[in-house]
């Protein structure tokens, strides 16, 4: 039988404060008589109310009800109250019930930079129940599962990923049970923003229109700008350099020349040049005319028309100039002629160099197999042969064997040699021929940084001595049939005006090869050290071509040359070689893509070799890295008479504007007087960086107390403002030690500055042309050039070789170039012999094929 609703009694709990929820009928439960003033959480609540239930006669219901908090339950049936015998109830809740008021770890206070992570460490106050953790900010609910940069860990501390603008405020932990609700110290975070430095404005213009002046750069710390208490920029805001404007030059007028003879026109002429100065960077030019023409004859001589035996006596001069035109075609022709024959034999021919001496090959001895350790003997016979040069060979066996793993024997037992001679004389005539020459006139008029030869198809070598400088002309470079007188010469910065503009710096000599515009078949090399630290991040290097008009272009920009270019460069730590197939001056300049940029400088002290006098010099020399400002400041020092005290240093030297100092310590004052007025003495940031001058150098001079001092003991420190530092200890006497001359003992680079024909390269030039052959063509099993070159560790340039005729060519053309004339030519036979070519007789030299 079904209970209609509402005839059983409805729950009704009673707190123990006499709190009450009771229900009329209908199951309807109410609040008799609250607390005024109470909370509502702390009010007893159902947790679980009876559900309506059918009962059947003589069976028992079950009737299921939770209130919370409550000690006591009270059930009505149909207004009455039941008996507490006729129901059972079960206490679950607990009557110490409490959460206590301080919280054991409170956040604090927090200051973090933007996108900083926040930890705020909260721990509730002890309760039963435990309490519950919530995050206020600004009294505003913290949801995690609105805003994914936040969450609340187990143990209740608040994290934020990232620290935002909008994350600056005050947050309050929050912890509640049944019984109360605590909240902890608000704690304050202050997300801040650190300056950052906007990049710089452009150059202003120079503050001097003509000569030396300033100009300036800027830049704020608005990127981002300082926020909430954030650091400001470190640094300057304003850079300035040195700047120098050419003035203008106005020209002017030479002297007038001298009066011509007088003419058929009864007039004589002069003329004059705007040349005295010519004008330049924007001056005007000469006002007035350069030619001036009078009559010669005051007036008395006027001339007439041409008479008929006139025109006569020209018609008869103009046929005598062409019958005497048509026979200089005519031995044009036949000197060409005979000249297409030469090539068939160059060895006997002393036209091609007149500087070719016959060369002698005795027979090898049996035991010694090898081609390449022959002897030339003087005292035999001299034999000749037609083509390249090729020894023979006095014995029956027609041909030199080379051992198996030796393809290259060392050639310092002997080598076949080409002797080229050119006096001092001749080099003098040489240097005067070419400066007649416009483009010449800039060419050093001494011998000692320039060297000359002639050479023909057969190649070879240019070298200025203990420079690192040198000029490799490869077999064949130059076309079969023609001779060409070439030269190398060395330039100093100051003599040619290279134009630098911006950050950039001169980092190798100024090198001039040629004539300009020479005819040549295959590209030749040339080889310069510099004084960068090559570093792709860091650089930005390009070769600078100087054209006959005296302008300077890029020619190759490294990193990115094209293989089909007609420049190309092989640059490694100290030195640069560049492929090209045209003749002119070089230069090799760099541009700092950041302050991580160093040049390299050599630091040398120098000091009088003998000290006559009570002051006593000490000279530190900033120099490039390289061999020819060695060179210089060596011969300089020869004349004055100084001797290294020291060995050399090297600084790196950075692209920060800052400038580099020098200083002096820690001189004995009982027996040394410095006369130096200030503490250190300082090189500008910009004359050592635009590398216009080779060299720098500071002078400290030293005062003896007495005469008798020869010992001297000190420090000399040279450094860059926030860079690289060097510090020299100077422990010496200065009437007898040497011990530091022989450091700069200037190394012989291999006999003469020219060398022609086979004598310049350390390959044999039939084993050359048998390796060329046999690597060329391309091998599936890998035993090519390709292969080669990867042995070489030139296989970064692979693309560069394979857009020429014969790549094996380039490759041994580097090879020679980077290693005379101390190359190990054993270490090139093992890898040219690792490649595996099956030919036996692949480097084999026979009488018939000379």
Same mark, same amino acid.
């Given at each position: 039988?079904?209970?209609?609703?509402?005839?059983?009694?409805?729950?009704?709990?009673?707190?123990?404060?006499?709190?009450?929820?009771?229900? !009329?009928? $209908?199951?309807?439960?109410?609040?008799?008589?609250?607390?005024?003033?109470?909370?509502?959480?702390?009010?007893?609540?159902?947790?679980?109310?009876?559900?309506?239930?059918?009962?059947?006669?003589?069976?028992?219901?079950?009737?299921?009800?939770?209130?919370?908090?409550?000690?006591?339950?009270?059930?009505?049936?149909?207004?009455?109250?039941?008996?507490?015998?006729?129901?059972?109830?079960?206490?679950?809740?607990?009557?110490?019930?409490?959460?206590?008021?301080?919280?054991?770890?409170?956040?604090?206070?927090?200051?973090?930079?933007?996108?900083?992570?926040?930890?705020?460490?909260?721990?509730?106050?002890?309760?039963?129940?435990?309490?519950?953790?919530?995050?206020?900010?600004?009294?505003?609910?913290?949801?995690?599962?609105?805003?994914?940069?936040?969450?609340?860990?187990?143990?209740?501390?608040?994290?934020?990923?990232?620290?935002?603008?909008?994350?600056?405020?005050?947050?309050?932990?929050?912890?509640?049970?049944?019984?109360?609700?605590?909240?902890?110290?608000?704690?304050?975070?202050?997300?801040?923003?650190?300056?950052?430095?906007?990049?710089?404005?452009?150059?202003?213009?120079?503050?001097?229109?003509? !000569?030396? !002046?300033?100009?300036?750069?800027?830049?704020?710390?608005?990127?981002?700008?300082?926020?909430?208490?954030?650091?400001?920029?470190?640094?300057?805001?304003?850079?300035?350099?040195?700047?120098?404007? @050419?003035?203008?030059?106005?020209?002017?007028?030479?002297?007038?020349?001298?009066?011509?003879?007088?003419?058929?026109?009864?007039?004589?002429?002069?003329?004059?040049?705007?040349?005295?100065?010519?004008?330049?960077?924007?001056?005007?030019?000469?006002?007035?005319?350069?030619?001036?023409?009078?009559?010669?004859?005051?007036?008395?001589?006027?001339?007439?028309?041409?008479?008929?035996?006139?025109?006569?006596?020209?018609?008869?001069?103009?046929?005598?100039?062409?019958?005497?035109?048509?026979?200089?075609?005519?031995?044009?022709?036949?000197?060409?002629?005979?000249?297409?024959?030469?090539?068939?034999?160059?060895?006997?021919?002393?036209?091609?160099?007149?500087?070719?001496?016959?060369?002698?090959?005795?027979?090898?001895?049996?035991?010694?197999?090898?081609?390449?350790?022959?002897?030339?003997?003087?005292?035999?016979?001299?034999?000749?042969?037609?083509?390249?040069?090729?020894?023979?060979?006095?014995?029956?066996?027609?041909?030199? $064997?080379?051992?198996?793993?030796?393809?290259?024997?060392?050639?310092?037992?002997?080598?076949?040699?080409?002797?080229?001679?050119?006096?001092?004389?001749?080099?003098?005539?040489?240097?005067?021929?070419?400066?007649?020459?416009?483009?010449?006139?800039? @060419?050093?008029?001494?011998?000692?940084?320039?060297?000359?030869?002639?050479?023909?198809?057969?190649?070879?070598?240019?070298?200025?001595?203990?420079?690192?400088?040198?000029?490799?002309?490869?077999?064949?470079?130059?076309?079969?049939?023609?001779?060409?007188?070439?030269?190398?010469?060395?330039?100093?910065?100051?003599?040619?005006?290279?134009?630098?503009?911006?950050?950039?710096?001169?980092?190798?000599?100024?090198?001039?090869?040629?004539?300009?515009?020479?005819?040549?078949?295959?590209?030749?090399?040339?080889?310069?050290?510099?004084?960068?630290?090559?570093?792709?991040?860091?650089?930005?290097?390009?070769?600078?071509?100087?054209?006959?008009?005296?302008?300077?272009?890029?020619?190759?920009?490294?990193?990115?040359?094209?293989?089909?270019?007609?420049?190309?460069?092989?640059?490694?730590?100290?030195?640069?070689?560049?492929?090209?197939?045209?003749?002119?001056?070089?230069?090799?300049?760099?541009?700092?893509?950041?302050?991580?940029?160093?040049?390299?400088?050599?630091?040398? @002290?120098?000091?009088?070799?003998?000290?006559?006098?009570?002051?006593?010099?000490?000279?530190?020399?900033?120099?490039?890295?390289?061999?020819?400002?060695?060179? %210089?400041?060596?011969?300089? %020092?020869?004349?004055?008479?100084?001797?290294?005290?020291?060995?050399?240093?090297?600084?790196?030297?950075?692209?920060?504007?800052?400038?580099?100092?020098?200083?002096?310590?820690?001189?004995?004052?009982?027996?040394?007087?410095?006369?130096?007025?200030?503490?250190?003495?300082?090189?500008?940031?910009?004359?050592?960086?635009?590398?216009?001058?080779?060299?720098?150098?500071?002078?400290?001079? @030293?005062?003896?107390?007495?005469?008798?001092?020869?010992?001297?003991?000190?420090?000399?420190?040279?450094?860059?403002?926030?860079?690289?530092?060097?510090?020299?200890?100077?422990?010496?006497?200065?009437?007898?030690?040497?011990?530091?001359?022989?450091?700069?003992?200037?190394?012989?680079?291999?006999?003469?500055?020219?060398?022609?024909?086979?004598?310049?390269?350390?390959?044999?030039?039939?084993?050359?042309?048998?390796?060329?052959?046999?690597?060329?063509?391309?091998?599936?099993?890998?035993?090519?050039?390709?292969?080669?070159?990867?042995?070489?560790?030139?296989?970064?340039?692979?693309?560069?070789?394979?857009?020429?005729?014969?790549?094996?060519?380039?490759?041994?053309?580097?090879?020679?170039?980077?290693?005379?004339?101390? !190359?190990?030519?054993?270490?090139?036979?093992?890898?040219?012999?690792?490649?595996?070519?099956?030919?036996?007789?692949?480097?084999?030299?026979?009488?018939?094929?000379?």
């Amino acid at each position: 039988m079904a209970v209609r609703p509402g005839l059983w009694p409805a729950l009704l709990g009673i707190a123990l404060a006499s709190w009450l929820h009771r229900s !009329g009928a $209908q199951q309807s439960a109410t609040v008799a008589n609250p607390v005024p003033g109470a909370n509502p959480d702390l009010l007893p609540h159902f947790l679980v109310e009876p559900e309506d239930v059918y009962i059947v006669k003589n069976k028992p219901v079950l009737l299921v009800c939770k209130a919370l908090p409550a000690t006591q339950i009270f059930f009505k049936c149909n207004g009455e109250w039941v008996r507490q015998v006729d129901h059972v109830i079960e206490r679950s809740t607990d009557d110490s019930s409490d959460l206590r008021k301080n919280f054991e770890q409170e956040p604090l206070a927090k200051e973090v930079s933007l996108e900083q992570g926040i930890v705020l460490p909260c721990r509730p106050p002890e309760g039963i129940p435990p309490a519950e953790v919530e995050w206020l900010r600004n009294e505003d609910l913290v949801d995690p599962s609105l805003d994914p940069n936040v969450y609340i860990t187990r143990e209740h501390s608040l994290v934020v990923r990232q620290a935002r603008l909008a994350d600056t405020a005050n947050y309050t932990c929050v912890a509640k049970n049944i019984v109360a609700r605590r909240r902890s110290a608000s704690a304050a975070v202050i997300v801040y923003v650190n300056g950052g430095w906007s990049t710089w404005t452009e150059w202003s213009v120079c503050s001097a229109s003509c !000569g030396r !002046g300033w100009q300036k750069r800027s830049r704020s710390c608005t990127n981002p700008a300082p926020l909430n208490g954030g650091a400001f920029c470190e640094g300057q805001n304003v850079q300035k350099t040195a700047c120098a404007t @050419l003035c203008p030059v106005d020209g002017s007028w030479s002297p007038w020349s001298k009066w011509s003879a007088c003419g058929l026109d009864c007039t004589h002429w002069r003329s004059r040049e705007c040349s005295d100065p010519a004008p330049r960077n924007g001056g005007e030019e000469c006002r007035g005319t350069d030619l001036d023409t009078r009559n010669c004859t005051s007036d008395l001589c006027v001339h007439t028309a041409s008479r008929p035996e006139d025109v006569a006596l020209y018609v008869g001069l103009i046929a005598v100039a062409v019958c005497l035109l048509l026979l200089l075609l005519v031995l044009i022709l036949v000197y060409c002629r005979k000249k297409e024959g030469l090539d068939s034999d160059v060895a006997d021919s002393s036209i091609l160099t007149s500087g070719f001496q016959p060369v002698s090959i005795k027979p090898s001895k049996a035991d010694n197999p090898h081609l390449l350790t022959i002897q030339p003997d003087l005292s035999t016979t001299t034999t000749t042969c037609q083509g390249s040069l090729c020894p023979r060979q006095d014995g029956t066996s027609p041909k030199f $064997q080379l051992a198996n793993g030796h393809l290259l024997s060392p050639l310092s037992g002997g080598r076949h040699t080409l002797h080229h001679s050119s006096p001092t004389s001749e080099a003098e005539d040489f240097v005067s021929r070419l400066s007649t020459q416009n483009y010449f006139r800039s @060419l050093p008029r001494g011998t000692s940084n320039m060297t000359y030869g002639t050479f023909n198809f057969l190649g070879g070598r240019l070298m200025i001595p203990n420079t690192g400088i040198s000029l490799l002309i490869p077999p064949d470079a130059i076309p079969r049939g023609k001779i060409y007188e070439i030269y190398l010469t060395l330039h100093k910065p100051e003599d040619v005006r290279l134009p630098l503009a911006g950050c950039q710096t001169l980092l190798s000599p100024i090198v001039s090869c040629g004539p300009p515009g020479v005819l040549l078949t295959r590209p030749v090399i040339l080889a310069m050290d510099h004084c960068g630290e090559p570093c792709p991040e860091s650089w930005s290097l390009r070769l600078k071509k100087q054209s006959c008009e005296g302008s300077w272009e890029d020619v190759l920009h490294l990193g990115e040359e094209a293989p089909s270019h007609l420049y190309y460069c092989q640059l490694e730590a100290g030195a640069c070689y560049v492929f090209t197939e045209q003749l002119g001056r070089f230069a090799l300049v760099g541009e700092a893509l950041s302050v991580a940029a160093t040049k390299r400088l050599k630091l040398l @002290l120098f000091a009088p070799v003998a000290c006559t006098s009570l002051e006593y010099n000490i000279r530190v020399y900033c120099l490039h890295d390289t061999h020819d400002a060695l060179k %210089e400041v060596v011969q300089l %020092e020869k004349q004055l008479g100084g001797q290294l005290i020291q060995e050399p240093r090297v600084l790196h030297f950075k692209d920060s504007y800052h400038n580099l100092r020098l200083s002096i310590h820690d001189v004995p004052s009982s027996l040394w007087k410095s006369k130096l007025l200030v503490s250190y003495q300082e090189i500008p940031f910009y004359h050592i960086w635009n590398g216009t001058q080779q060299y720098l150098h500071c002078a400290f001079t @030293l005062e003896r107390v007495s005469p008798s001092t020869s010992d001297l003991a000190c420090k000399v420190w040279v450094w860059q403002v926030e860079g690289d530092g060097q510090s020299f200890n100077i422990n010496f006497n200065i009437t007898k030690d040497t011990r530091f001359a022989e450091l700069l003992a200037l190394e012989s680079e291999g006999g003469v500055p020219a060398l022609v024909g086979p004598s310049a390269f350390k390959i044999p030039f039939l084993i050359r042309q048998k390796i060329i052959t046999s690597l060329d063509p391309p091998c599936s099993r890998g035993a090519d050039w390709r292969t080669l070159a990867q042995k070489l560790h030139l296989d970064s340039h692979l693309s560069f070789f394979a857009s020429k005729p014969s790549p094996t060519a380039m490759i041994l053309n580097l090879w020679e170039a980077r290693h005379f004339p101390n !190359g190990n030519l054993s270490q090139l036979a093992a890898a040219v012999a690792g490649l595996g070519q099956p030919d036996a007789g692949l480097f084999t030299v026979s009488e018939a094929e000379c």
